[in-house]
C-alpha cells in the first residue's frame, strides 16, 4: 500500500471534519442574516434558536423542517403587515429576500447532514483501527525468545523486558526493551504453519499458530509476508542463522479467540519460538496493525532496492539476509549472479566455502581482490 489504512483513514476524518464545519459555518451565517430580517420586520426569531445555540447533532432535521415551513409563516405575517395594495412591492422586495436565503439555507443543511455522516463514519473508521485488539498477535502459550536466552509465553511478557531483536536488512541482532503489550478478543482468522526445521536430525515438525496477517521474514525472499500468504517450501529466518523451513499451512475462523502481542523498541521485532527454533516475526508497533504493516513493506522495498542495485552489475550483497542464510557457497555465487565469469580469477581454495566465510577468510588474509570479485568493493568494511 501507497498508504496505510490508519493514516488514509485520519486523512478522511480530517476532510470530513473540515466539510461539516464549513457547511455549518454557512448555514449559521444564513442564518443569522434570515434571522435579523425576521426579528426585524415580523418578530420571528424562536425558530432559530436550536440551531445558533443549541447542539449541532440534534439540530439538523429540526432545522432542515423549520425551514422548509417558513414560507407559510411568513406568507401569513407578511400578509398582515403587508396586506395594504401600496405596500406591495415592499412586500414583494423582502419576500424574494427572504425566500432567497431559506432556499440558501436548505442547501447547506442538507450538505451538513450528508457530511456529518460521512464523519461518524470516519470516526468509526479511525476508531476501529487504533483499537489495540486489532494489531496482529498470536494466541496464548506462544513463546517469545528474551534477551537473556530463554523463552517466555507471550500473555506473561510484560513492559520493560528484553526481547531478542533483528534487522533483518542489516542482519544487526540487539536486545530491546517491549514498550506495549497488547491483548485482542473476539473473531480471528487463525493460520497455522508447521515448520520442519534443518538441522534437527528426526526433522520433527512444529506448529505455531498466528493471526492472518501477521507478518514473518521470508528469509529465502528476502521481504515480509504475512501468514496468510506463507507456503509450504518458504525458509523463515531464526535467531540461530540457519532455515527454519514451511511444510504446511492451514487456516481457520474462530468465533471468540484471545490473542497477544508486542511492540518493541527500535526494530519492531521478536522472536517467537517454533519447537527447538526461534522465528523472527514483526511486532505490534503503537500505532497498531496499520504501522506494523507500513514498517513490513518499507523493509520490502529497502531489501528489493537493495537487491537491485547489485543486480545492474551482476552483484548480490553477500552480507544480506538472503545470502546467508541460505548458505550460499562461492560456486553457487558466480554460477548465478556472475554467470561463471569470475571462475577463471577465483582462488580454487574459496569456491567451496560458504560467501559469507570466504569473505571473512578473505579479510584475515587481506585479500581485498578477492572480495572485490565478488561484492564489487562495496561492502568491504561491513565484510
Same mark, same amino acid.
Given at each position: 500500500?501507497?498508504?496505510?489504512?490508519?493514516?488514509?483513514?485520519?486523512?478522511?476524518?480530517?476532510?470530513?471534519?473540515?466539510?461539516?464545519?464549513?457547511?455549518?459555518?454557512?448555514?449559521?451565517?444564513?442564518?443569522?442574516?434570515?434571522?435579523?430580517?425576521?426579528?426585524?420586520?415580523?418578530?420571528?426569531?424562536?425558530?432559530?434558536?436550536?440551531?445558533?445555540?443549541?447542539?449541532?447533532?440534534?439540530?439538523?432535521?429540526?432545522?432542515?423542517?423549520?425551514?422548509?415551513?417558513?414560507?407559510?409563516?411568513?406568507?401569513?405575517?407578511?400578509?398582515?403587515?403587508?396586506?395594504?395594495?401600496?405596500?406591495?412591492?415592499?412586500?414583494?422586495?423582502?419576500?424574494?429576500?427572504?425566500?432567497?436565503?431559506?432556499?440558501?439555507?436548505?442547501?447547506?443543511?442538507?450538505?451538513?447532514?450528508?457530511?456529518?455522516?460521512?464523519?461518524?463514519?470516519?470516526?468509526?473508521?479511525?476508531?476501529?483501527?487504533?483499537?489495540?485488539?486489532?494489531?496482529?498477535?498470536?494466541?496464548?502459550?506462544?513463546?517469545?525468545?528474551?534477551?537473556?536466552?530463554?523463552?517466555?509465553?507471550?500473555?506473561?511478557?510484560?513492559?520493560?523486558?528484553?526481547?531478542?531483536?533483528?534487522?533483518?536488512?542489516?542482519?544487526?541482532?540487539?536486545?530491546?526493551?517491549?514498550?506495549?503489550?497488547?491483548?485482542?478478543?473476539?473473531?480471528?482468522?487463525?493460520?497455522?504453519?508447521?515448520?520442519?526445521?534443518?538441522?534437527?536430525?528426526?526433522?520433527?515438525?512444529?506448529?505455531?499458530?498466528?493471526?492472518?496477517?501477521?507478518?514473518?521474514?521470508?528469509?529465502?525472499?528476502?521481504?515480509?509476508?504475512?501468514?496468510?500468504?506463507?507456503?509450504?517450501?518458504?525458509?523463515?529466518?531464526?535467531?540461530?542463522?540457519?532455515?527454519?523451513?514451511?511444510?504446511?499451512?492451514?487456516?481457520?475462523?474462530?468465533?471468540?479467540?484471545?490473542?497477544?502481542?508486542?511492540?518493541?523498541?527500535?526494530?519492531?521485532?521478536?522472536?517467537?519460538?517454533?519447537?527447538?527454533?526461534?522465528?523472527?516475526?514483526?511486532?505490534?508497533?503503537?500505532?497498531?496493525?496499520?504501522?506494523?504493516?507500513?514498517?513490513?513493506?518499507? $523493509?520490502? !522495498? @529497502? #531489501? /528489493?532496492? *537493495?537487491?537491485?542495485?547489485?543486480? +545492474?552489475?551482476?552483484?548480490? &550483497?553477500?552480507?544480506? =539476509?538472503?545470502?546467508?542464510?541460505?548458505?550460499?557457497?562461492?560456486?553457487?555465487?558466480?554460477?548465478?549472479?556472475?554467470?561463471?565469469?569470475?571462475?577463471?580469477?577465483?582462488?580454487?581454495?574459496?569456491?567451496?566455502?560458504?560467501?559469507?566465510? $570466504?569473505? !571473512? @577468510? #578473505? /579479510?584475515? *588474509?587481506?585479500?581485498?581482490?578477492? +572480495?572485490?570479485?565478488?561484492? &564489487?568493493?562495496?561492502? =568491504?568494511?561491513?565484510?
Amino acid at each position: 500500500m501507497k498508504k496505510g489504512a490508519l493514516k488514509c483513514a485520519q486523512e478522511q476524518l480530517q476532510n470530513a471534519q473540515n466539510a461539516t464545519d464549513r457547511y455549518w459555518n454557512a448555514l449559521v451565517g444564513v442564518l443569522k442574516r434570515l434571522g435579523e430580517i425576521l426579528s426585524d420586520e415580523l418578530g420571528l426569531t424562536d425558530a432559530f434558536n436550536c440551531v445558533t445555540k443549541g447542539d449541532l447533532g440534534a439540530c439538523g432535521d429540526t432545522a432542515l423542517n423549520i425551514l422548509g415551513s417558513l414560507l407559510g409563516g411568513v406568507a401569513a405575517r407578511m400578509l398582515a403587515r403587508y396586506g395594504l395594495p401600496w405596500k406591495w412591492k415592499e412586500a414583494a422586495d423582502l419576500a424574494r429576500k427572504i425566500g432567497g436565503l431559506i432556499a440558501e439555507g436548505i442547501g447547506h443543511i442538507k450538505n451538513w447532514l450528508n457530511s456529518f455522516e460521512t464523519l461518524k463514519k470516519a470516526r468509526a473508521k479511525v476508531a476501529s483501527l487504533t483499537k489495540k485488539g486489532d494489531c496482529h498477535s498470536f494466541v496464548p502459550g506462544t513463546q517469545v525468545l528474551m534477551a537473556d536466552g530463554t523463552r517466555k509465553p507471550l500473555e506473561q511478557v510484560q513492559i520493560g523486558d528484553q526481547v531478542v531483536a533483528t534487522d533483518p536488512i542489516s542482519g544487526q541482532t540487539t536486545a530491546q526493551p517491549v514498550i506495549d503489550v497488547i491483548t485482542g478478543q473476539g473473531e480471528k482468522n487463525l493460520v497455522q504453519i508447521t515448520i520442519d526445521a534443518e538441522g534437527d536430525n528426526d526433522h520433527q515438525t512444529d506448529v505455531i499458530v498466528a493471526t492472518d496477517s501477521h507478518p514473518f521474514w521470508a528469509a529465502d525472499q528476502g521481504r515480509w509476508f504475512n501468514a496468510s500468504s506463507l507456503t509450504p517450501g518458504m525458509q523463515l529466518r531464526t535467531s540461530a542463522g540457519t532455515p527454519a523451513q514451511i511444510t504446511f499451512v492451514t487456516s481457520q475462523t474462530v468465533s471468540d479467540q484471545r490473542v497477544h502481542n508486542l511492540s518493541v523498541n527500535a526494530d519492531h521485532t521478536y522472536y517467537v519460538a517454533v519447537g527447538w527454533a526461534d522465528v523472527l516475526v514483526h511486532n505490534c508497533p503503537a500505532g497498531g496493525a496499520d504501522e506494523a504493516e507500513d514498517a513490513a513493506e518499507a $523493509a520490502a !522495498r @529497502a #531489501a /528489493k532496492r *537493495a537487491d537491485q542495485k547489485f543486480a +545492474r552489475n551482476n552483484y548480490l &550483497d553477500p552480507n544480506s =539476509d538472503i545470502v546467508q542464510n541460505r548458505e550460499m557457497t562461492v560456486a553457487d555465487f558466480i554460477g548465478q549472479f556472475r554467470g561463471g565469469g569470475i571462475k577463471g580469477v577465483m582462488p580454487g581454495e574459496y569456491l567451496n566455502m560458504t560467501v559469507a566465510d $570466504a569473505l !571473512r @577468510a #578473505a /579479510k584475515a *588474509a587481506k585479500n581485498t581482490r578477492l +572480495r572485490k570479485l565478488l561484492t &564489487d568493493g562495496r561492502f =568491504d568494511k561491513e565484510a
